[in-house]
């Protein structure tokens, strides 16, 4: 198993530019989800989605896209890439859907996007 | 509003002794507690979880923590440190989704 396998590892973009952070499990998990890291922040989370073609908002969703046309994969979009995006970003998964989630989370390595 | 607290932006302790890393929360209900540790340009990992029973929890890596309800705290422990625990570390209770604590910096030195 490769678990949570997060493509590229970093990127550099310019104001406006947009970009699709790529995300996809081997675990067959119904949970996905998208945080940012933050010095000093810890991480606050952007889409998630309980399963293939349902998504919702987190804390920060402006500014990112997501969609879930399959139970691996879960892309991030950019649209207009703003410095305030500059950040570490991380995909995770887990096993637990709904009011039921007593499973941890598997995180990929990250994404460390700069936005100049 | 669910909220989680970790009060100490950094932990500092000599190897062998015995540490602790703070955690309290703010919520309606009883959430499911888990701690995840970051090592360095890596992904967060899974240390240990509360789900319900004994109020004492062994985790990963010789890791534990104690829940105590009245208190709404969920502090992680270890007995003995050592310099590879050095890390960060998060509290992460789940009200529905999971809620992330701003993270606490664990320096073990030799």
């Known amino acids: 198993n490769a678990g949570v396998t997060q493509t590229p590892k970093f990127q550099v973009l310019k104001t406006g530019q947009s970009m699709t952070l790529q995300c996809a499990q081997d675990?067959?998990?119904?949970?996905m989800s998208w945080y940012r890291q933050d010095p000093g922040m810890g991480l606050r989370l952007i889409h998630y989605?309980?399963?293939?073609?349902?998504?919702d908002q987190g804390e920060v969703p402006n500014g990112y896209n997501v969609s879930r046309s399959t139970t691996e994969d879960f892309p991030l979009r950019l649209l207009s890439a703003a410095p305030s995006q500059t950040s570490v970003y991380f995909c995770?998964?887990?096993?637990?859907?709904?009011?039921?989630?007593?499973?941890?989370?598997?995180f990929g390595n990250g994404t460390r996007l700069t936005v100049t | 509003a669910q909220s989680v607290a970790q009060p100490e932006d950094q932990v500092n302790v000599a190897e062998g002794n015995p540490l602790t890393v703070k955690c309290t929360y703010s919520?309606?209900?009883?959430?499911?507690l888990f701690w995840y540790v970051q090592y360095p340009n890596r992904g967060l990992q899974f240390l240990l979880k509360?789900?319900?029973?004994?109020?004492l929890v062994k985790g990963s890596y010789g890791f534990e923590a104690e829940f105590n309800k009245s208190q709404t705290s969920f502090h992680l422990k270890k007995p003995s440190a050592l310099v590879s625990d050095s890390a960060l570390y998060f509290c992460?209770?789940?009200?529905?989704?999971?809620?992330f604590g701003s993270g606490t910096k664990l320096n073990v030195k030799p």
């Open positions: 509360y789900i319900t029973g004994d109020n």
């Open positions: 989605s309980v399963g293939a073609g349902i998504t």
């Open positions: 919520v309606s209900g009883n959430p499911y």
């Open positions: 675990m067959n998990h119904e949970y």
């Open positions: 995770a998964s887990s096993y637990s859907t709904g009011a039921a989630y007593n499973s941890p989370l598997h």
């Open positions: 992460a209770p789940n009200f529905n989704k999971f809620y």
